[in-house]
Structures are given as structure tokens and as C-alpha cells.
């Protein structure tokens, strides 16, 4: 099968939508699986008590966070290189909802800081990435806003992607380095290696509930993206005709 | 020999020409010819490497400019819709700048001047001038450095009867150098002995 | 090279002419170190502890704010594309661009900046240091930038997106210079800091005129 095979949009439109309520319906029973273990079956911890529970929201968001922006550096990099037409597409439909997860990381990091450290807001090491991140975010898709013709637009979104993606290591690099200067290493961290088993489990089933939810969204969104696609081209034939 | 074969270009993501053919051999010229919006201008950016082609091929003795697209660029000259002469600067530094860029000699810069007519115009900063010595400013890089080919769009826009003369001899004495011509022009350039390439609205 | 020359020449001789810019990005600099003893008090102090940092960041901010000038001027009146079209690949002529960007403005604000450590009561150790990450660092910020001014060239007034795109990749260069001043300032070692620094700058130089070069030649499509 060649790398274009799905590139035709009909044949990618009919195959995401025979393949979208699945991803749809496992994102549902899976995000209702993790929750009641993590709301109800996890006990709570000996020395946070119920704010732990917040980790199970928290931690999936910040692996998504950073999944959905190589998703998105992946994606950039397949349309430059190859010019496939659906993987612009792909990059762009995939920022908001990396934006939307890094978001719900950095919330949920603030509304567990409260409890733990007293205050909204700590200039921990991991919070400041996934900030730093969430800026990454919105200048591409700013980017995207910015410039009209939409292929050029994609061109210059994917060479942002790219060059984002090589920093990403450096920046993280970077903060991590800023932050053992600046803090003492007997803070507590907000989530060590050590996890329970009993937590270990709800953890993954949320990450992979999160997991279908973006593939069942950017779907959705590429599709909406190819029919808003189509919409321009048939009236720009309206047009000049 | 500069050679078209089977060209489409895209501009956005409309299709702009196809299935179009062209050759220029030394010491010719071709005028391309048709309404506003017939993709003069893109076939131009096209064969100066600025626009990529979405089909067919572009040709230099045969071999595929995509292959070393520095060496083609390095080989044309062209004057599009924009100047680029800079205000702040004497005509002659203007000149002097693309000369030296494009590693030529002091007295060609000189002959550049005499050629389109500047000469006096020398040490004047290129913000005073006219609209047709700004354009006689852009035009005289064309001799400034040698080029085996020459891209113009729509060159004669804002000269007047002297420097479309200018310009006519300076094509005249390009081709007999051997040198190749492409120009779109809606305007009889009075050249002998030219080939014309119509385009058609898609 | 006679070419990459000749334009590093050509936009220097333009910097002269147009003059301005760099005086502008100095006095920016300038002025934005004297806003933060206004905004965070006298204290001879709290200015030698956050000296470091305010004098980067004031520099960054002030190397950001010239970079519109890069490409800007020359696409808007045809230079851009006959400079694509001199024969020299697009990566040099960037690369040529970015240098004379340094001079012109990373090199003033490396000038300027001892002397306004001293209106910040900076320590006398961290001097050399200041100097040394400048050097090191400012050729970095006008490597990055150059991608965000390519970025948005086809942008209309892009100066607002292009701060968005480009100060976050700003950040290691601004972690590396200020933590090696702190160091020098403490009587640490500022070595590994500025080694850091140097290893960015250094990876900086082949990747970003390459990625800025893409960027340029999509703006004239």
C-alpha cells in the first residue's frame, strides 16, 4: 500500500468514520472504568488523603500533553518531507486538543498544588515545561491563524513544529537545570517513582481512555476540516466559473 | 537552450496553467501573452525557481533545474513587479550591491548606468527619483552582471519613449550576445524576430 | 564567499545609511533595565541579586524587538527575492543576514550591558561572566529569531506573533546565561553553564539558517 493510499479524502473520510465511534465508545467506558477505580477503589493516601485522586487526571493529561506534541511534530514532519496531503491536516487538527490536555495538566497541577504545597502556583520544575509547552502550543496554532493561503500556512506550521520539537528536549533540558539551582531537593515531588501498584493500574486504564478520546476528537476535527475544505473549493468553482 | 515541458502550476490551490510547452534557444525571445490572471507572472516565478512546478518539467540543455536550482539562479536574471532598490542608497551603490553579489566587475556598472541612460543620476539617493529612473535603477542589474537569461515582468512599467529604448537596446544587445529572453508584456516591445507563447485563462 | 561577503557588506552599508535600529534596540535596552529599580525599589541588594537576570532579559527582549527588520524590509521592496536569486544558497544568505542582525544589534547591547551592571550594583565577580555569556549567548538569540522573522514574513504586522513564536525557544539561552552570571557571582563554578551555552549556540548555527531558509523561501511563493 503506498504512502498515499489515504490520501484520497473519501476513502480517509469513510474510514474514520467506521473507525470514530469505537474510538468514541472505548474513550467512554474506559474513562467510566478509571474514574470509579480512582474516585472509589483507590484508597486514599496516607499522607495527601483524597488530593492524590487528582494525580489520575493530572499525570494522563501531562503524557498527552507531550504525546499529542510529537503527534504533531510527526505529523508536520510526514507533510514536509512526503507532501501527504492529510498529514497537515493531521498536525493542525491535533494542536488544539495538545493545547486543550496541556491546559487540563496545568489546572489540575494548580488545584493540587493548593493542598500540598499551600499555594496555586510553584515554579516546579514539571509545571514550568508543561507551561512553557502550552506557550509551544499556542504560537503554532497562532501561526496557523495568521496566514491566509492554508497550504502555505501548513508549510510554515510544520517547519515551527519541527524546529519546537528539536527545542522541546532543550527547553525541558534547560528547566530541569534552572531548577536544581534554584530549589532544594527535599521538596516533595509531585509524583516520585514510587507508585503503588493499587494506583498503577487506574493510571493506565485513564491514559489509555485518554488516548482513544484523541484519536475519536482528531478525527472528528480532520474530517470537519476536510468538509470545510471542500465547502472553499466548491464556491471558489462557483466563483470563477 | 531553456526548455518547458507539460508545465502546471498551482497558486493556492487553484491550478493556474497546464499542459504547457515552451523552448527558448540563444539569442531568442519569448513574449508571453495573455490576459490579466492567465499566469504571466507565475510561469515567470516559475522559471526564475521562486514557484515550484505541480507537473511536467523545466529544462537547461537538458538537464532538470530542479536538480541544482543554485546554478539556474545563478544563470537568469529577473525584474518582477518589485524593484528592490533601496532609498537609502546612491543609484550606483543600488547597482554596485547586485554587481557585487553577483561577483561582476567595477567598469561593467559604469556601462550599466550608460546603458539606461543614469549616468547623471550617479550619486542621487534612490529615494529622490522618479518612478521611471527607480525603474531604469532596477533595470540597468540586467547589464550590471552578465546572465545568460533574462526574466521580465512586465519590464516597461512606468518608462517612458527613452527608456523603453533603452530597454529595447539592451535586449538587443543581450540576444546578440547569445543571451535568452522571456518577458511579459502587454506592450509591443518593437523586438525583431520574436516568438510569442499565449496563455489561456483556466 | 565573495558573495556571502558582499551581502554581509551590503546590509551593514544599509545599517549605516538607515542608522537608527541599532541606537533604537540600545536604548530600549536601556530603558528597560531602568524600569525594574523603579518597579522593585533601590535597594542596593535586591539589584545585585536580580541583576543578572534583569540585564537578560532586557536584552532578549530588545534582540527580539529588532528582528522584524531582518527580512522584513527586504521582502516588502523585492530584495529579498533577488538576494534568493543570486546564486548563493538561501541558507548562506540567512546566515549572512544574521550575522550583520549580531552586529548591528547583539553586539551594541554585549557593549552596553557592563554598564548598566553597574547602575544595578552588580558584584564585581560576575563581570567577566556577564561579558562572556553576552558573547556566547546573543549570536543564539539572532539564529533563533531569524526563524520567527522568516516564520512571519507573510504575516501583516506580525511583531506581536512573532514575540509569541520566539521567546519561548528563548528560554534555554536565558536559563544558561543568567544561571553562569549567578554562579560567577557566588564564587561558584560558571563553567558548565557557559559550556551549556556555548553547545547551544553551537548546535544553533547549522539548524537555524537551514530551518529559517525554508521559511524565506515559502514566504515567496
Redesign the interface.
Known amino acids: 500500500m503506498s504512502m498515499h493510499y489515504f490520501a484520497n479524502p473519501a476513502r480517509f473520510t469513510r474510514l474514520a468514520g467506521r473507525i470514530q465511534p469505537w474510538a468514541g465508545g472505548l474513550a467512554a467506558l474506559l474513562l467510566l472504568v478509571g474514574l470509579y477505580l480512582a474516585l472509589v477503589e483507590v484508597p486514599a493516601d496516607y499522607q495527601q488523603g483524597d488530593t492524590v485522586r487528582i494525580m489520575f487526571v493530572h499525570v494522563p493529561s501531562a503524557w498527552m500533553a507531550m504525546f499529542c506534541y510529537m503527534f504533531l511534530a510527526g505529523a508536520s514532519a510526514v507533510g514536509l518531507i512526503w507532501k501527504h496531503p492529510l498529514a497537515d491536516l493531521a498536525a493542525k487538527a491535533s494542536a488544539p486538543i495538545g493545547a486543550g490536555f496541556t491546559f487540563l495538566a496545568l489546572v489540575t497541577g494548580s488545584i493540587w498544588g493548593k493542598p500540598m504545597w499551600g499555594t496555586w502556583w510553584v515554579w516546579d520544575a514539571r509545571l514550568t515545561s508543561v507551561l512553557?509547552l502550552f506557550?509551544?502550543y499556542?504560537?503554532y496554532m497562532?501561526?496557523w491563524q495568521?496566514?491566509e493561503?492554508?497550504?502555505?500556512a501548513g508549510?510554515?506550521a510544520a517547519?515551527?513544529a519541527?524546529?519546537?520539537a528539536?527545542?522541546v528536549p532543550?527547553?525541558k533540558?534547560?528547566?530541569d537545570?534552572?531548577n536544581t539551582?534554584h530549589q532544594p531537593a527535599s521538596v516533595l515531588r509531585m509524583d516520585g517513582p514510587a507508585i503503588h501498584s493499587s494506583m498503577l493500574w487506574p493510571l493506565l486504564i485513564m491514559a489509555l481512555a485518554f488516548k482513544a478520546y484523541f484519536v475519536a476528537l482528531l478525527l472528528t476535527r480532520m474530517r470537519m476540516e476536510l468538509n470545510l475544505?471542500r465547502i472553499?473549493?466548491l464556491r471558489?468553482a462557483e466563483r470563477?466559473s | 537552450m531553456f526548455q518547458g515541458r507539460d508545465i502546471a502550476c498551482d497558486r493556492g490551490e487553484r491550478r493556474i496553467f497546464s499542459n504547457l510547452d515552451f523552448r527558448i534557444m540563444q539569442g531568442q525571445a519569448l513574449v508571453l501573452r495573455g490576459p490579466n490572471g492567465c499566469g504571466k507572472t507565475t510561469l515567470l516565478r516559475t522559471a526564475a525557481t521562486l514557484l515550484k512546478v505541480a507537473r511536467g518539467k523545466l529544462t537547461w540543455d537538458g538537464t532538470d533545474i530542479s536538480e541544482d536550482p543554485e546554478e539556474h539562479r545563478a544563470r537568469l536574471h529577473f525584474v518582477g513587479h518589485l524593484d528592490a532598490v533601496k532609498g537609502a542608497l546612491s543609484v550606483r551603490e543600488n547597482i554596485a550591491i547586485w554587481a557585487k553579489v553577483r561577483g561582476s566587475t567595477e567598469d561593467r556598472i559604469e556601462a550599466a548606468m550608460a546603458a539606461f541612460e543614469i549616468l547623471h543620476l550617479m550619486d542621487t539617493p534612490a529615494q529622490y527619483l522618479s518612478a521611471g529612473q527607480h525603474r531604469r535603477t532596477a533595470l540597468a542589474r540586467l547589464v550590471a552582471s552578465p546572465a545568460a537569461l533574462w526574466l521580465l515582468d512586465e519590464p516597461t512599467v512606468s518608462l517612458d519613449a527613452d527608456g523603453t529604448a533603452c530597454l529595447q537596446r539592451a535586449i538587443a544587445a543581450h540576444r546578440a550576445d547569445g543571451g535568452m529572453v522571456m518577458a511579459a508584456t502587454h506592450i509591443e516591445l518593437g523586438l525583431d524576430d520574436v516568438e510569442f507563447l499565449q496563455l489561456k485563462p483556466q | 564567499m565573495k558573495s556571502f561577503r558582499a551581502i554581509i557588506a551590503r546590509d551593514l552599508l544599509l545599517a549605516v545609511r538607515q542608522g537608527g535600529a541599532t541606537f533604537l534596540a540600545l536604548v530600549f535596552f536601556l530603558l528597560t533595565v531602568t524600569l525594574f529599580p523603579l518597579g522593585i525599589g533601590p535597594e542596593p541588594a535586591v539589584l545585585a541579586r536580580v541583576a543578572p537576570g534583569v540585564l537578560w532579559v532586557a536584552a532578549l527582549l530588545a534582540a527580539m524587538l529588532s528582528l522584524d527588520r531582518l527580512f522584513q524590509a527586504d521582502f516588502e521592496d523585492g530584495s529579498l527575492e533577488q538576494l534568493t536569486l543570486s546564486g548563493l544558497p538561501v541558507g548562506f544568505i540567512v546566515l549572512a543576514k544574521i550575522i550583520t542582525h549580531w552586529l548591528t544589534t547583539g553586539l551594541p547591547l554585549l557593549l552596553a550591558a557592563p554598564v548598566l551592571a553597574v547602575l544595578l550594583n552588580m558584584n564585581d565577580e560576575g563581570f567577566a561572566a556577564l561579558l562572556l555569556t553576552m558573547l556566547i549567548g546573543t549570536p543564539a538569540l539572532s539564529l533563533i529569531g531569524a526563524i520567527g522573522a522568516a516564520l512571519t514574513l507573510t504575516v501583516r504586522r506580525g511583531g506581536v506573533l512573532l514575540s509569541l513564536l520566539v521567546l519561548p525557544l528563548y528560554i534555554p539561552v536565558l536559563i544558561f546565561g543568567v544561571s553562569a552570571i549567578d554562579a560567577a557571582v557566588h564564587g561558584l563554578n560558571a563553567k558548565p553553564h557557559i559550556l551549556l551555552l556555548a553547545a547551544l549556540t553551537m548546535a544553533a548555527i547549522p539548524l537555524c539558517p537551514w530551518a529559517a531558509a525554508a521559511a524565506v523561501k515559502l514566504s515567496l511563493e
Request: proline content about 0%; cysteine-free; glycine content about 6%.
Open positions: 512553557i506557550f509551544l499556542l504560537g497562532a501561526l495568521a496566514i493561503d492554508s497550504q502555505k508549510k510554515a517547519v515551527l519541527l524546529v519546537g528539536v527545542n532543550i527547553i533540558f534547560s528547566v537545570w534552572w539551582l475544505r472553499r473549493a471558489l470563477t
